[in-house]
């Protein structure tokens, strides 16, 4: 059975940085994406890795201050999120897909066969 956990979510303050990580446990899966979805708004894609690690993808809201990576020895995916912002608040989710190639990185939720239960990220002002 395939699991997703999320870890590494908190409440920090504006301009401050926090790591979260995605442990899966099972097949090798394709591309590996993080979500998140604020209290009120819909779910929106946030960044996705490569099995490879070698293409990503960002929204643009965060390009330039998150950074997404992997360690497949470890079957994790790690989100490194600098310069946060009151709006970066929302729980936040990875997810994988079944299907694609090494070098595939899906950005639609769709696309997503597999989900963790999420982590709450809180930034204050």
């Known amino acids: 059975q395939v699991q997703l956990v999320e870890s590494g979510g908190g409440l920090v303050q504006a301009g401050s940085s926090l790591r979260l990580s995605c442990a899966a446990s099972?097949?090798?899966?394709?591309?590996t994406g993080w979500f998140r979805q604020a209290p009120g708004k819909e779910r929106e894609f946030v960044a996705a890795?490569?099995?490879?690690?070698?293409?990503?993808a960002y929204a643009d809201s965060v390009k330039g201050r998150f950074t997404i990576s992997r360690d497949n020895a470890k079957n994790t995916v790690f989100l490194q999120m600098n310069s946060l912002k009151p709006e970066d608040t929302a729980d936040y989710h990875c997810?994988?897909?079944?299907?694609?190639?090494?070098?595939?990185?899906?950005?639609?939720?769709?696309?997503?066969?597999?989900w963790g239960q999420g982590t709450q990220v809180t930034v204050s002002s």
């Open positions: 890795v490569s099995y490879s690690g070698t293409n990503t």
């Open positions: 099972g097949r090798a899966f394709s591309s």
């Open positions: 997810a994988c897909t079944r299907w694609g190639t090494i070098y595939s990185t899906a950005v639609s939720a769709g696309e997503y066969d597999y």
